[in-house]
Nanobody, 125 residues
Framework: QVHLVESGGGLVQAGGSRRLSCVAS????????MGWYRQAPGRREVAERE???????????TYADSVKGRFTISRDNAKNTVYLQMNSLKPEDTAVYYC???????????????WGQGTQVTVSS
């Protein structure tokens, strides 16, 4: 079993910065793909989560157009942790941010896919 725990959310003024962390724990063989999604206020379905950024095991990154140039995703494999550095925050970045991961469980190719519990980021104008 794998668990993802996010931290770093909170209230920040527009133009400010925040760094989110997501630590994976459990039976981890490899961190394949890790990402950050967000869910805007009033949206409740998992399908309504928006991809913010993701990073692969080869450090290839993908960003939503709305955050390019402002957010940076990175990972520390030794700590089983992925980070999201958010700069120049805007009120429209207000959302619950969820960590998402595809994790290898062993060298037989078995994997785990799941979500963290989410962390609220609120950007005031």
């Amino acid at each position: 079993q794998v668990h993802l725990v996010e931290s770093g959310g909170g209230l920040v003024q527009a133009g400010g910065s925040r760094r989110l962390s997501c630590v994976a724990s459990g039976s981890i063989f490899s961190l394949n793909v890790m990402g950050w999604y967000r869910q805007a206020p009033g949206r409740r379905e998992v399908a309504e989560r928006e991809l913010v950024a993701e990073i692969t095991s080869s450090d290839s990154t993908t960003y939503a157009d709305s955050v390019k140039g402002r957010f940076t995703i990175s990972r520390d494999n030794a700590k089983n942790t992925v980070y999201l550095q958010m700069n120049s925050l805007k009120p429209e970045d207000t959302a619950v941010y969820y960590c998402n991961a595809l994790i290898g469980l062993s060298d037989d190719g078995s994997t785990w896919y799941g979500w963290g519990q989410g962390t609220q980021v609120t950007v005031s104008s």
